[in-house]
């Protein structure tokens, strides 16, 4: 009778996110290196690796490591700089969004020249929150991080990493926001698992 969190969530490997992102957007971020023209992200399966990289297809894939569409996350005022979602969901259900700025020459590390704290209603479009929530079925996760990124010119969506066991607030969010965030994350979790929020 206990209530189980994330126990369906086995597989956050990025070829899993790269499938479930497809199943929950209805388009692919996973790319086949062999046969594809253009840019391509190199990166890890495992998470928080923090080891991606741009290269050019075709080409021969390296074993232990994926490879998906670039996306263009790149502000309108100022292409310098790359906006992270990262959206903290709890029960399926988006409860709060960091946004993540860095230097677009340190698009892959986790070094964050701004955070911002916004909520998800303010960032998402309604079948924006929807497609985040089927994600999260997907894969299986009842409480996590998924890392969101918005395309600058087509203004679509695609998650591209999945994380169960979810850091909260960055480093670089202001106090007064940790601490709300903290709050919202822990009345989010304190309904989940009362089963308030079904």
Known sequence: GAKLVNFNARDVSKT???????????????VDPTTFVGPAVEKSEINAAHDGRIVQCPTTPVPGRVYQRVIDNRMAADLNLVEDLRTSTVGGKPVVV??????????????????????????????????????TREIGLDWGGVDVLRDRTSGELYIVDANKTDMGPPIG???????????ALAKAFRAFVRGENA
């Open 173 to 183: 969010l202001n106090l007064p926001d940790k601490l709300v965030a903290t709050r």
């Open 16 to 30: 899993n996110v790269s499938r479930a992102c497809a199943a929950a957007f209805g388009r692919p971020l996973a």
């Open 98 to 135: 960091f946004i993540k700025r860095r230097q677009v020459t340190k698009r892959f590390l986790n070094t964050n020249t701004e955070v911002l704290l916004r909520t998800p209603e303010e960032v998402f479009t309604p079948a924006e929150l929807a497609q985040i929530s089927a994600f």
